[in-house]
């Protein structure tokens, strides 16, 4: 089977079983992209493809020979940092790291999707989204940090996406949970 | 993860020839989760992910035909379904996570699996994934279970939002049969209860594959789609409303109402309709449509608070949408 990640090309020979992140992790090297729970659930596997993020435990590397893969290693090398890994440094966005390269994937990716104007269950007005911290929390719901450094996280994907510092308030807080009860 | 016979189709006609024991694979987010843990156990996956069934087109009646490749995040995001069928965005959106909306398909939406404990549990019994093997489920943890459409054979609910949605849109399911030919299928028609047969899901026959969804022309009326779970983001509905209600002259003229977390199919019930119809949008009116909903509800113990849950919610939903 031949796979193009980060720019590179591979030739490997696979089982048909394989996921894109057994494939990276297992066979080529590239363990930036971590296995959590491999069933979808944690986050910590996301990777790009053809810049679209996506649980890499949960698609199997046989489906993406024509398709272009990147992987943490991708995005920026030491010295040669992405944005969005220099602002998670920054803003010590972290604590294990474990979770970190799949959060880094995943905020690549949700950035792209906001620039695309994609809504979120958060958006009051799905036709024209507003982008605050309360949807960088939404958006970012499917990368589980054990660690607890969301509010770090939350920072530095907002400092990247350039958009004015707001911590929301305790009243604000109450709001968004209570919206969820039912009286 | 059992080992299988991998093929890629080149046409919707070449999958379907591939067989009834094949399983079709898209987005494959739920079906390798289950292979993972040989709850499934194909002897042959046929990728459908290249097939050309990802565009969105407008029908000729006002309407919406969906490919059933088309990814959950992508139709959660075109301007026309935001724009004529919100509640579809809305349940999209309330649903999995950004990077599972960008993998899961519409097709394979509608027919993931029960997130039934029991069901992903092969140590336990479980008719759906083992018929006649009994429910560990019924006097088990069955706090996400279900409350209405039960039998005594399985308590398993329908996971999904975006069909709820689907059902109060009154979507038609297209489909290719293995013979070549093609059919129809109202939402209404698609799913089927537990009875005695939990592992039979819907009316799909083995190898028939879904290949559009299409939607009728919206109709008139508000819409909304309200969900209660357990946090706030990445977890699968209690219970779950899609609503779209028109009122016109004081009056609830029209009412199309789903419901999620409470049954095996996404639940859709006349007589709740039939309550609102013709009524001043008033809190009676919406108790009486709560009460038609919950009229059959059967507790299990852990889930027995669904069903106040069930009417809080939608008079809460009704409430907001006609601003009564």
Redesign the interface.
């Known amino acids: 089977m031949h796979f193009t990640i980060n720019g590179r090309l591979y030739d490997v020979g696979v089982?048909?079983?394989t996921?894109i992140l057994d494939l990276c992790r297992e066979h080529l090297g590239l363990t930036g992209a971590k296995k959590g729970c491999?069933?979808?659930q944690c986050?910590a596997c996301?990777v790009l493809i053809n810049g679209?993020?996506?649980?890499s435990c949960?698609?199997?590397a046989?489906?993406h020979q024509d398709d272009q893969i990147t992987t943490i290693e991708g995005l920026g090398q030491v010295g040669n940092l992405h944005a969005l890994q220099a602002a998670f440094v920054r803003h010590d966005s972290y604590q294990c790291g474990y979770c970190t390269p799949g959060q880094v994937c995943?905020a690549v990716?949700?950035l792209d999707?906001v620039e695309?104007?994609?809504?979120?269950?958060v958006?009051k007005d799905?036709?024209a989204p507003r982008f605050d911290d309360s949807e960088i929390?939404?958006?970012?719901?499917?990368?589980l940090c054990r660690c607890g450094a969301y509010p770090n996280i939350v920072d530095a994907i907002r400092e990247v996406a350039g958009i004015e510092s707001k911590a929301r308030t305790a009243d604000e807080k109450d709001a968004?949970?209570a919206s969820?009860?039912?009286? | 993860?059992k080992?299988?016979i991998?093929e890629?189709a080149a046409t919707p006609e070449a999958a379907v020839r591939a067989g009834a024991a094949a399983r079709f694979?898209a987005?494959?987010?739920n079906l390798?989760?289950l292979m993972?843990l040989q709850v499934e156990t194909p002897a042959k996956?046929v990728?459908i992910?290249r097939l050309d069934l990802a565009g969105i087109d407008d029908g000729d009646d006002g309407g919406l035909t969906i490919g059933a490749l088309v990814p959950n995040?992508d139709l959660?995001?075109d301007?026309r379904v935001?724009?004529r069928y919100?509640v579809l965005?809305?349940a999209l959106?309330?649903g999995?996570?950004?990077?599972?909306r960008?993998?899961a398909s519409t097709g394979g939406n509608l027919l993931q699996r029960t997130r039934c404990y029991y069901f992903y549990d092969t140590a336990a019994r479980c008719n759906k994934r083992e018929p006649g093997s009994g429910c560990d489920a019924i006097g088990g943890e069955n706090r996400i279970l279900a409350v209405l459409g039960t039998s005594e054979h399985c308590i398993a609910t329908h996971p999904s939002d975006m069909a709820v949605a689907m059902r109060a849109l009154n979507a038609v399911i297209l489909t290719l049969k293995p013979d070549g030919d093609s059919r129809r299928i109202s939402i209404h028609d698609l799913y089927c209860l537990p009875g005695h047969t939990p592992h039979i899901e819907t009316v799909l026959e083995p190898g028939e594959l879904i290949t559009h969804i299409a939607l009728p022309k919206p109709q008139l009326g508000k819409q909304a789609y309200r969900k209660?779970?357990d946090r706030?983001?990445?977890a699968f509905a209690l219970v779950s409303v899609a609503a779209i209600v028109h009122v016109a002259d004081g009056k609830i003229a029209s009412a199309s109402l789903a419901f999620g977390g409470l049954g095996p199919m996404p639940w859709k019930d006349a007589a709740v309709e039939a309550a609102l119809m013709g009524r001043e949008p008033t809190d009676a009116a919406f108790a009486a449509a709560a009460d038609a909903l919950v009229a059959q509800a059967k507790g299990h113990g852990a889930n027995d608070f669904k069903i106040p849950?069930a009417r809080?919610?939608l008079i809460?939903t009704l409430r907001d949408l006609t601003g009564a």
């Open positions: 089982d048909v079983r996921s491999d069933h979808g986050g996301t679209r993020r996506v649980n949960l698609t199997l046989v489906m995943s990716g949700m999707e695309k104007g994609w809504p979120s269950h958006s799905l036709a929390s939404e958006r970012m719901s499917g990368n968004a949970m969820e009860v039912v009286a | 993860m080992s299988f991998y890629k694979i987005g494959g987010t390798l989760d993972k996956l990728d992910s995040s959660a995001a301007p935001i724009g919100e965005s809305r959106l309330a999995a996570s950004g990077q599972l960008n993998m209660v779970r706030a983001s990445y849950l809080r919610t809460a």
